[in-house]
């Protein structure tokens, strides 16, 4: 099982990325997917989810800019955000479990993870 992210880079603020977490080996049928990211000296923080049942998740302070999504094929999860500002910047991270996360946003919850793709938000 191996997550590979890709899509993050530097954009200004106000910008958009779509970053991308691939399933190699195996696909996302069945599992809960979900995007964290860690800034520099904070700790890992879980921003959405995509429930194996297909519901979405949010961290309330940024629901309003981010859309998760997944493709037909359930190989590859995304992750649109907008209106990107310079406390965004992080590397972002994908991660997956089979079935059930307990709490769709706790690092605990989640067996395999993805190396991470740097997100930088400045002018």
């Known amino acids: 099982v191996q997550l590979v992210e890709s899509g993050g880079g530097s954009v200004q603020p106000g910008g958009s990325l779509t970053l991308s977490c691939a399933a190699s080996?195996?696909?996302?049928?069945?599992?809960?997917i979900a995007w964290f990211r860690q800034a520099p000296g904070k700790e890992r923080e879980g921003i959405s989810s995509?429930?194996?049942?297909?519901?979405?998740y949010y961290k309330d302070t940024m629901k309003d800019r981010l859309t998760i999504s997944i493709d037909a094929d359930k190989i590859t999860v995304y992750l649109r955000m907008n209106n990107l500002q310079p406390d965004d910047t992080a590397v972002y991270y994908c991660?997956?479990?089979?079935?059930?996360?307990?709490?769709?946003?706790?690092?605990?919850?989640?067996?395999?993870w993805g190396q991470g793709t740097q997100v930088t938000v400045s002018s």
């Open positions: 995509l429930g194996h049942d297909g519901t979405p």
């Open positions: 991660a997956a479990v089979w079935r059930y996360a307990l709490f769709w946003h706790s690092v605990n919850s989640y067996d395999h």
């Open positions: 080996g195996f696909t996302f049928h069945d599992y809960s």
